[in-house]
């Protein structure tokens, strides 16, 4: 669902950059919709001005800090 609305943005025009707790995933991802890739959560949240976040329950939630 998160590729979808990334590639989503990056098609009306917005710049997006993503993360991934397997960064192999979002490495891969971003060489196929053209985007950035941040190194960790924070980066990620320090450059941009809105985050939204794709995660599958409260477990992978409380994982990401």
Known sequence: MGQHMARS???AGHTVTVWNRSSEKAVDFAKK???A???TPAQLMASSEVV???LADDSASE???
Request: charged share 15%.
């Open 63 to 65: 994982q990401v800090h």
């Open 33 to 35: 919709a053209g985007c």
């Open 37 to 39: 890739v941040a190194d």
């Open 9 to 11: 943005l990056i098609k």
């Open 52 to 54: 939204v976040t794709m």
